[in-house]
């Protein structure tokens, strides 16, 4: 039998409070600093990507040293990555084109207003 030894999981605490500080430094910027809004929200974004990346190697096994010496997992990866464009792509499309309706009651009012008046020749 091999020994099994209780460890603490070093690798996922500093994972874990790097997470928590770049999430504080994001509300920060948005919340508390005086930046113009282009800065922040590119501070934002860089702050979310290398977020991004601590999640990918510490917390999600991004590099497998005990599998092969490195094993990726690309094509895990690409899907996701398709399907957030598609998601992205989609979400801004149904935003942009996707409904035309006038929910203002004044100028709904004023365009049966409109439509009664020519259906009656103006009378």
């Known amino acids: 039998m ?21 999430t504080l430094l994001a509300a920060w910027a ?21 977020q991004a990346g601590i999640q990918l190697f510490m917390f999600m096994h991004m590099v497998e040293f005990k599998s092969q010496n490195g094993h990726v997992p690309w094509n895990m990866m690409l899907h ?13 499309f149904t935003m942009s084109f996707g409904f035309s309706h006038d929910h203002d009651e004044e100028d709904h009012n004023q365009h049966e207003q409109q439509e009664q008046q020519e259906q009656h020749g103006g009378h």
Do not use: N, Y
């Open 80 to 92: 996701g990555f398709v399907l957030a464009a598609i998601l992205v792509a989609g979400s801004l």
């Open 30 to 50: 948005a919340l508390g600093s005086g930046l113009p809004t282009l800065w922040i929200i590119i501070a934002i974004l860089t702050l979310a990507v290398i």
């Open 2 to 22: 091999t020994e099994q030894r209780k460890r603490i999981p070093v690798q996922h605490l500093v994972g874990f409070v790097l997470s928590i500080a770049l």
